[in-house]
Every structure is written in structure tokens, then in C-alpha cells.
């Protein structure tokens, strides 16, 4: 997934603004805490981040609002990024996994990346893109949203409609004394509710458009292994070798 910058979240407040606390990451190798209070507070942090995505999509099965899954999404990040400094990748990787399927049609954004050629791969290269790309958006997000220390991420209540029936969902991470980066999800009803199928950044920049340049290149030089292969080494790049 487009990176969102070195950011996380530390709260959530009940706010007209929907704002949520988030902060700049800082370092992803900051494991210093005994193992049986990393496995405790592991341990509570994925009950917790699992119940609240449940809750979430129950809420928004029931109101239909396209932003709850983005609100929902923010959430989860603040209740994993909080656990940021005392849990390795793997295992805010595990707890953000669920939170991302939830709030993103994963099958939409790689066959929007891919283009036309995903309807000619076999079921086989498209199921084992399937999994490389959905690892790799994983672990994007858990790369850049590792640690805390004091910045505001708001979901504004007020969406704006397109014409194939998508919503945009806009988003602002508030900076002190820095401008503020807006990012826009195209968000789309589909079986299982709302879910972001691209992300514009500085409500401009397409997240498909960009990956479908750079897949292009690959598939073009070395076909479906050039590209699974590609996506291999931004996880091992991201995870810091922890997930291969």
C-alpha cells in the first residue's frame, strides 16, 4: 500500500472531526522488554485489535457509511502502533493483516496494478500474486506505522460521491509545524461493505497508477516471477529481513 509516511496513531477521540492521535515513526528495532511481557502485552494488543475490527464491520454493515472502514482502519493502528516499541514486525504484522483485509478490496487493487494482463494470468500466478501483494501492502503499513510520539491523523465526516457510484473518504495527517498531507480513499460497496480500492496522496496521486507503472516494468522484463520476485524483495526490505 502507498507508503503513509513514518506516522502512527496514539488515541482516538469522539470528535466531529473523527481525529485520531498518530505519530512519526522513529525506529523499528527498539525490542528491549523481558519475553513474558511482550508475549502479555502482544497478547492483549491482538485481542483487542481483533475485537474492535469486528465491531467496526458489524457498524459498518449496519449504517452503510464508507467512512467507518477508514475510521475502523485508523483505529486499529492506534491500538497497534501503541505496542509499536515492545513487539517485533512479525507480530504487528500479524495484528494488522486482519485490519487490512477488512478495510481494503485486495483483489481490486491488484488487478487494477496488474491491468489488463491480470485476466489472462492462470488462477495459480494470480493466486500467487494475490498473496505476495497482499504481504507486501501488510507490510508497508507495518513498516511505516511503528512508533509514537505526537501528530493527529483526522477522517473528515463529509465524503464526496463519484460518478460510478465509488466515494471519496478524505483523510489529513496533521503535522505541528509542518504541512499537513491529505490522503483520499476511492472507496467502493461491494459484498462485503465499503472498501478502498485506491488511495490518492495529496488528493492527487493514484496508488494503482503508480504500482501499475512500476508492475508494468516488471511483468515486461521477467513476466509473473519478475514481479512476485519484486514484491519478494520489498517485504524482506520492509520486514528487515524478519519475513521472506
Known sequence: MISHGKWCASGSQNRTDRQTDVHSSTSISTILMGRRLLLLQTGTVAVL??????A??????????????IQQFSATL??????????????RFAMLKPAVNEAFDLNALIRGAVGLDWINLPPDQQSALFSAF????????????????????????????????????RTQIIRPGQSRVELDY???????????????????ISQVAVQRS????????????????????????????TLA
Open 134 to 169: 497482499q504481504r507486501y501492502t501488510v507490510s508497508n503499513y507495518t513498516a511505516n506505522f511503528n512508533s509514537c510520539d505526537g501528530q493527529s491523523l483526522n477522517v473528515l465526516p463529509e465524503t464526496r460521491a463519484l460518478p460510478n457510484g465509488e466515494v471519496v473518504v
Open 49 to 54: 485489535a481483533a475485537l474492535a475490527t469486528g
Open 56 to 69: 467496526a464491520a458489524a457498524l459498518a454493515a449496519e449504517s452503510g457509511d464508507p467512512t467507518v472502514p
Open 78 to 91: 492506534v491500538t497497534v502502533m501503541k505496542a509499536g516499541r515492545t513487539t517485533t514486525f512479525t507480530q
Open 186 to 204: 476511492i472507496m467502493r460497496q461491494t459484498t462485503a461493505g465499503w472498501k478502498a480500492v485506491d488511495v490518492l496522496s495529496d488528493g492527487a
Open 214 to 241: 512500476d508492475f508494468r516494468r516488471l511483468l515486461l522484463n521477467g513476466g509473473v516471477a519478475a514481479l512476485r520476485a519484486g514484491l519478494e524483495r520489498k517485504i524482506t526490505d520492509l520486514s528487515g529481513g
